[in-house]
């Protein structure tokens, strides 16, 4: 399921099912809540997208599918909707092999403006105009679920929602091949493969030390508990891959 926002207001305009791989959507003036699958939300008159307080439909969702799981005891997640979603990215650090992060992404503090654009996060196609082609890399910053799990977790599962976009020319033309053309242009988001094979994500329970690449929705464990998770996202492929959301359960 999914909550089309208007960009304005920040208020839900339609709740729909989320379409097969490959449907096309126009958005102009709109973005995309997205509802993990297997959450449950009743969604009214009365719901809101901003604040995320813990009574907006970002939260009810991801308490929904932490329900679904009662093998864990806590999820974080990030909804990227605010500069305040942008800030809980770390796009100084590294991975242990030495990777920086290359990533589209608002500002989460100033002195410059801030801000994010909901559905415009992004990790970077491969640079192939230099020898080492670095990745498209984006690492969160530090998640501490001490004061939910005080002795650490060593059991975790990852979530992530992935988007594409399509957008067309706006044409006005007079003359030519397209002579009394007058079309506007119009951003559609795309619905992809969740798992791409230029995609690869990592989860650390010591605070980037070290990294064990996981499965979207695949249990994984550590010998270690820990407390401090972070959760890389690498692209390897020439295509930029939008990032809407992410979660740890844990």
Do not use: H
């Not at 839900?12 to 959507?25: F, M, N, R, W, Y």
């Not at 709109?30 to 604040?51: F, H, K, M, R, W």
């Not at 910053?141 to 992935?162: C, H, N, Q, R």
């Amino acid at each position: 399921m999914r909550v089309l926002v208007d960009s304005p207001t920040n208020s839900a305009i339609q709740v729909e099912k989320t379409p097969e791989v490959g449907s096309l959507t126009p958005i102009n003036g709109q973005y995309v809540l997205t509802i993990p699958e297997g959450a449950s939300v009743d969604i009214d008159a009365g719901s809101y997208v901003l604040p995320v307080d813990g009574g907006d439909i970002s939260n009810l969702a991801f308490a929904s599918l932490l329900a679904r799981y009662p093998m864990y005891t806590g999820i974080a997640f990030n909804p990227l909707l605010t500069a305040a979603d942008a800030a809980d990215l770390d796009l100084t650090a590294t991975l242990p092999t030495g990777e920086a992060c290359r990533a589209q992404v608002g500002r989460g503090a100033g002195p410059l403006p801030v801000g994010i654009s909901p559905n415009s996060v992004a990790l970077l196609p491969i640079n192939s105009t230099i020898a080492s082609t670095p990745p498209g890399l984006l690492i969160t910053d530090t998640i501490d679920i001490s004061a939910i799990v005080p002795a650490g977790a060593s059991e975790f599962m990852v979530y992530w929602k992935l988007y594409g976009f399509s957008t067309t020319e706006d044409i006005a033309a007079d003359y030519g091949l397209l002579a009394g053309t007058n079309s506007a242009a119009v951003r559609s988001v795309v619905e992809v493969d969740q798992e791409p094979a230029a995609l690869a994500v990592y989860l650390s329970n010591d605070d980037g030390i070290t990294y064990t690449q996981v499965g979207r929705m695949e249990p994984v464990a550590f010998c270690v508990p820990g407390t401090l998770l972070r959760i890389a996202f690498r692209n390897d492929g020439t295509s930029k891959l939008y990032i809407a959301c992410y979660a740890v359960l844990f």
